[in-house]
Each structure stands twice: as C-alpha cells, then as structure tokens.
C-alpha cells in the first residue's frame, strides 16, 4: 500500500492520519507490533488497512516516490510520452538513507556453504539472510535511480544521503539510549560534510566525489531550486 498526499485528495479512504501510516511503516517484525487501523469517506463507507514495516518491499521507496511523481506529471501533461526525460527534467529527487553497517565482506561463499537453516538467520551477532536482502534491495534501487538520471546527463537532479559506516549500538534498529541517539545526531552533522556521493555505474559501488559540493551545500541548492519552483507555480 502506497499513501501520497495526491491519493489522499482523491479518495477519501486513502486519506489515513499521518500518525496511523508513520506506525504503519516502521512497524519493523520482530521489533514492533504491525498496525491496524480503519478509514472512512465520511458517508458510512470504511476501508480497513492492517500494515507492517515498508521496508519489506521498499527498504529505499526513492523508485516508488518518482512513480508518484511521473504518474501525476502523466495526468496533467499528456505530451509527455518518455518516463526518461520526465525524471532527468522535472524531478529533484532526494533519497535519504537511515544507515548501514560498515560495509566489510563479511561474509564468503566457502563459510556461507557450511551454514544451516539457524546460520542464514543468525550468525555471530548478525542477521545474514535479512541484511542481504535488505541491503541489495536498497543499493538496487539506488543504481536503478542513478543510471537514469546519470544517462539524461542530469545528476545533480538526484542526492543520496547515506552512511554506510555505521557501527555497534549506532547500527541498532532497537537502542535508543540517550547516548546512541546523541551520537546518531554526531554522525549525521559529520554527513553533512561530507561530499556527495554517487553510484558508479561500473562497479556499482557508491563514491565521494572529490572536489564536489558538500551534502550540505547540495541540500541548499535542492532548497534553493524547491523555493524558486514554489514561488513559479503560485504566479501561475
């Protein structure tokens, strides 16, 4: 189930409190409860939604999110016939990662042949099976995104914020110790200065780019660009 602010305008039974969806989508298995809740039209009709975590079809929802954008762009301009130029063009797009441990190969075929049923789910403190695929979907997403923009010749359309160095508590789904969430707040002030980052697309590893703007200066231009945009459609 997808919610965006366009459904919610059309359809009243999609219109669902904020409060319900944000429970919805971080209602992680195993960590949190899934969430039920009830809409209605206001004229007796009712829809009932019972929700886990998005993350288990769309760990970086940033394709999804340009779905909406595109299907929405497709309504009101029915010219546009290339899905391409629509997101190179008229797109910014910014994906904003929640972390992920410190890429290491962690794991070898040789070890991995030896594994049982109980190996694949735990493994020495970690969670094999669930962090490859949590992690392939995500970086997937992220290659799949660049590509296109990087094809048009529109990079700077597209910012993926992401710290893949996480580390001990810092890489925790459950410690929210004052402590793990002031250093949260450390790491993610030290992002921001760094350089932005981006996809290779022929190693498919994510790179800083040298020399580059930093996350932060890239943010203000997203601001900047969002700003002028804003100010365009309310003279129109």
């Not at 049923?117 to 660049?146: E, K």
């Not at 993610?188 to 200065?193: F, N, R, S, V």
């Given at each position: 189930?997808?919610?965006?602010?366009?459904?919610?305008?059309?359809?009243?039974?999609?219109?669902?409190?904020?409060?319900?969806?944000?429970?919805?989508?971080?209602?992680?298995?195993?960590?949190?409860?899934?969430?039920?809740?009830?809409?209605?039209?206001?004229?007796?009709?009712?829809?009932?939604?019972?929700?886990i975590d998005g993350?288990?079809?769309?760990?970086?929802?940033?394709?999804?999110?340009?779905?909406?954008?595109?299907?929405?762009?497709?309504?009101?301009?029915?010219?546009?016939?290339?899905?391409?130029?629509?997101?190179?063009?008229?797109?910014?797009?910014?994906?904003?990662?929640?972390?992920?441990?410190?890429?290491?190969?962690?794991?070898?075929?040789?070890?991995?042949?030896?594994?049982?049923?109980?190996?694949?789910?735990?493994?020495?403190?970690?969670?094999?099976?669930?962090?490859?695929?949590?992690?392939?979907?995500?970086?997937?997403?992220?290659?799949?995104?660049?590509?296109?923009?990087?094809?048009?010749?529109?990079?700077?359309?597209?910012?993926?914020?992401?710290?893949?160095?996480?580390?001990?508590?810092?890489?925790?789904?459950?410690?929210?110790?004052?402590?793990?969430?002031?250093?949260?707040?450390?790491?993610?002030?030290?992002?921001?200065?760094?350089?932005?980052?981006?996809?290779?697309?022929?190693?498919?590893?994510?790179?800083?780019?040298?020399g580059y703007d930093?996350?932060?200066?890239?943010?203000?231009?997203?601001?900047?660009?969002?700003?002028?945009?804003?100010?365009?459609?309310?003279?129109?």
């Amino acid at each position: 189930m997808i919610f965006s602010t366009n459904d919610a305008k059309e359809d009243a039974l999609r219109n669902a409190r904020l409060a319900d969806i944000c429970l919805s989508t971080s209602a992680a298995p195993t960590y949190l409860p899934p969430h039920s809740f009830t809409t209605s039209d206001g004229n007796g009709k009712t829809c009932n939604f019972d929700l886990i975590d998005g993350g288990v079809a769309a760990n970086n929802p940033t394709m999804l999110a340009i779905g909406q954008v595109i299907r929405e762009i497709a309504k009101k301009d029915s010219e546009s016939k290339s899905v391409l130029q629509l997101e190179g063009k008229r797109i910014l797009a910014l994906s904003l990662g929640t972390g992920t441990p410190k890429l290491e190969e962690r794991y070898t075929a040789a070890k991995a042949s030896e594994w049982g049923l109980l190996s694949w789910v735990f493994n020495n403190g970690a969670t094999p099976i669930i962090d490859i695929f949590s992690d392939a979907s995500a970086d997937v997403v992220d290659f799949l995104v660049s590509t296109i923009f990087q094809a048009r010749d529109h990079k700077k359309n597209y910012l993926r914020i992401q710290d893949d160095n996480l580390i001990g508590d810092e890489s925790s789904v459950d410690i929210a110790t004052t402590e793990n969430l002031q250093r949260l707040v450390e790491i993610g002030k030290k992002l921001l200065e760094k350089p932005v980052s981006r996809v290779c697309l022929e190693t498919g590893r994510c790179e800083a780019i040298q020399g580059y703007d930093t996350n932060a200066e890239a943010l203000t231009k997203f601001a900047k660009l969002l700003s002028e945009e804003r100010k365009l459609r309310e003279t129109k």
